[in-house]
Nanobody, 124 residues
Framework: QVQLVESGGGPVQAGGSLRLSCAASGGTFSNYVMGWFRQAPGKEREFVAVISWSGDKTNYPASVKGRFTISRDNAKNTVDLQMNSLTPADTAVYYC?????????????????WGQGAQVTVSS
């Protein structure tokens, strides 16, 4: 059983940056593909970023590509999401997710473990 805890959320002005971190415990971290998702009020939870178990492959949707960067440290059991050039449309609760595997999974149903979420609020 893997436990995930996000940190680093908060308020930020449009154009600013924020870095989220997710700490994992309870499993062999390097066995897991790690993803970030977000959910805005009244909307479905959507894919934001994914990183392979080794950290050498990543994938992003068009909405965040070039602005967000996912990275991981298998020695520290952490995965981070660096978010730059934030806009009010990025306001959401951000979730860290994990699953075993070798592909870059991009849908909510493909993940087995979830964190409790971190609120990110971008003001104009």
């Amino acid at each position: 059983q893997v436990q995930l805890v996000e940190s680093g959320g908060g308020p930020v002005q449009a154009g600013g940056s924020l870095r989220l971190s997710c700490a994992a415990s309870g499993g062999t971290f390097s066995n897991y593909v790690m993803g970030w998702f977000r959910q805005a009020p009244g909307k479905e939870r959507e894919f934001v970023a994914v990183i392979s178990w080794s950290g050498d492959k990543t994938n992003y949707p068009a909405s965040v590509k070039g602005r967000f960067t996912i990275s991981r440290d298998n020695a520290k059991n952490t995965v981070d999401l660096q978010m730059n050039s934030l806009t009010p449309a990025d306001t959401a609760v951000y979730y860290c997710a994990a699953r075993r595997g070798t592909l870059l999974y991009t849908t909510r149903g493909q993940y087995d473990y979830w964190g409790q979420g971190a609120q990110v609020t971008v003001s104009s």
